[in-house]
């Protein structure tokens, strides 16, 4: 049984972050005190690292209490239990509700405290009655109570302020923020290097991964089925356009020239391709599709107006290869310009995104930028390419 000291408090701060990366390690078992050994080294650890800020768990710092244990023989001779004695001392120490008043809608209580500081022997002789204490001498009597310290042990304590639970077990959650612009991966490698060769894991507790590293697991599955699902209906709406699988096959293919631009954009900047990253790919997506269409639709209007004025490769073979090959050519020539504003116009877009070095958004931005420029110059050179080849008879 406790009671905590009336005036005993802890002071947090808070801190608001509109979007941070963070990191997070859980240790589960039962023994608080090999949660907190093991939380404790990892924060050591974690603290040496300039690249990350604000180290702490979700344990609170403890607090003092006074910590009353009941003598089992002489609390029951004075027919006290925990219960009596419990109530005896929140009627002594705490605060009294008295009644409450009203201000339109909201009940405020009316509640009587004293605010006298209370010392450790004052806790010790706070009186308890007894019904043995009551039948000797009375309600109004003197001698109807008898101090604390003589029934139960009276001692200070260090307690815990708030314990965490997961799923049915006790937890110790050490977080960290990253500082900005710090990257990630490398990070998070090193951490890990750390868990498995330094911190030694006493038996019964176990550890696992949460925080950004966490949330990116379970969301990445999820959004690799949803980019998959849209792949397919895109093919059928380009194959019902261009109504050949050969030129549909190569628009769905030519999704894969986003990616050296991407990754060498990454690399400059230092950045791992991620679950923000995935993001800025997905935004490309659309514009590389828009950019193949213009060339395919360009150089099949232009082949169709051969075919109509000289007939299919079946009337001339030869012509008509060379009719596809100069649409090819032209469709890339003609179609340069626009591409390159469409292009140029969205990579400046995102500049401000890669200026504020924000930890979400500079990832996506410089995908968008590298990716955009690199594919612009692959689509316009390989693309009309890959026509010609295709169409060849």
């Not at 768990?57 to 002489?74: A, R």
Request: glycine share 8%; charged share 20%; net charge negative.
């Amino acid at each position: 049984m406790s009671e905590a000291f009336p005036n005993a408090y802890v002071k947090f701060k808070r801190l608001d972050y509109l979007e941070v990366n963070e990191l997070e390690y859980r240790f589960y078992g039962d023994n608080l005190d090999s949660l907190h050994v093991v939380a404790e080294r990892l924060m050591q650890r974690m603290n040496d690292m300039p690249e990350l800020e604000w180290v702490h768990t979700d344990y609170f710092q403890p607090y003092p209490i006074i910590n009353v244990e009941l003598d089992p023989v002489t609390s029951a001779q004075l027919g006290i239990t925990r219960t009596t004695a419990q109530l005896a001392l929140s009627a002594t120490s705490s605060d009294l509700r008295v009644g409450q008043i009203w201000e339109g809608n909201y009940e405020l209580p009316i509640v009587v405290k004293d605010d006298a500081d209370m010392t450790f022997s004052d806790i010790g002789n706070l009186g308890i009655t007894s019904p043995y204490t009551l039948l000797s001498s009375g309600i109004h009597g003197s001698n109807s109570t008898i101090p604390l310290r003589q029934i139960a042990k009276v001692e200070p304590k260090w307690s815990e302020s708030r314990i965490i639970h997961r799923g049915g077990e006790r937890c110790v959650t050490v977080t960290a923020q990253f500082a900005q612009g710090v990257y990630t991966a490398p990070i998070e490698k090193r951490i890990a290097a750390i868990m498995q060769k330094e911190i030694d894991i006493p038996q019964g507790i176990r550890s696992e991964v949460g925080g950004e590293i966490e949330y990116g697991d379970e969301a990445m599955p999820q959004i690799i089925g949803g980019i998959v699902i849209a792949m397919v209906i895109v093919f059928f709406f380009l194959l019902f356009n261009f109504k050949k699988y050969g030129i549909t096959t190569i628009c769905m293919v030519a999704l894969g020239l986003m990616i050296p631009g991407a990754l060498i954009g990454l690399g400059l900047m230092n950045r791992a391709l991620g679950l923000t990253s995935i993001f800025g790919l997905i935004t490309l997506m659309g514009m590389i599709m828009r950019n193949e269409i213009l060339i395919f639709e360009h150089a099949n209007d232009l082949t169709k107006k051969h075919t109509a004025e000289h007939g299919d490769w079946t009337v001339d073979r030869k012509a008509y290869n060379a009719a596809v090959k100069q649409a090819a050519y032209d469709a890339g020539k003609r179609r340069m310009v626009p591409i390159f504003l469409t292009t140029a116009t969205t990579a400046v877009g995102v500049v401000p995104m890669i200026i504020a070095q924000s930890s979400f958004w500079m990832p996506v931005g410089v995908t968008i930028f590298a990716g955009g420029i690199g594919s612009l110059i692959l689509v316009v050179t390989i693309l009309p390419v890959v026509y010609w080849k295709v169409n060849l008879k």
